[in-house]
């Protein structure tokens, strides 16, 4: 297994972001949900933005479901989880949040998934992109895989191969401006098999700090974050978030 972040920068093929060609130092998070992002790929994040990349959110849903408390109306918390997202990626030097505002819930694979998620990709041009892994329908046979994070995975891998690469795809874009992009690095979390890993040691409290930043999801219980951050402890004691790469044709 790859030893960490610092292949991103020179030690492994495709030897990170050629800028005499164009590329950037940039990287899209895409999430289904406020707080998804946090949990999958903050401190990758929090490591990228102090190595001076640009890192954006991109929440595909509203979040206007996420909650058993009767006080909270469907708006009340879509406009609650906005915030609490912006203020997470505050936390981790994430520079932006973006929404695309699908209702929570009810996300299916559709060409406007796809068409919107792909204008992002072109808009911003990343050289890595970090999402959900589509594939489980069961992770580690532990947890069922939310629908709207499978459908969100699969409309972001969609979007970076082919359809934000060709041009014919969604040419409206084109004649807006925009020009086809290629992503270089995909990077999937709650994968069953993974194949790399980032030490996220320096960064977990980083990391801790922005999960607690949803408090409409999550309470400050001293347990329950001792037991979160358990979550990503290996049995060396690093804190790691591991994710499945896969390194794209130049
Ligand atoms: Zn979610």
Known sequence: MAAGLEDLFGREHPEGPDEAKGELRRALVVAAHPDDADFGAAGTAALLAQAGWEV?????????KGSDDPAFTPEQLVTTREQEQRDAAAILGVADVRYLGFTDGELTASRDVLEAVTRQVREFR??????????????????????D?????????????????????????????LEPHKVRELYLWGANETNFEVDISAVIETKMRALVAHPSQFGE??????????FWRDEQGRYVEAFRRIVMFR
């Open 221 to 230: 219980d001293p347990e329950f974050l001792d037991q979160m951050r358990t």
């Open 126 to 147: 990343p050289f890595a992109v970090y999402t959900h892994d589509p594939e489980p329908v069961i992770i580690r046979n532990a947890f069922v895989n939310h629908s």
């Open 56 to 64: 954006r959110y991109l929440v595909v849903t509203d979040g206007s």
């Open 149 to 177: 994070h499978r459908v969100t995975g699969l409309m972001t891998v969609d979007a970076v191969y082919p359809t934000a690469r060709d041009r014919l795809n969604f040419p409206q874009h084109i004649e807006e401006g």
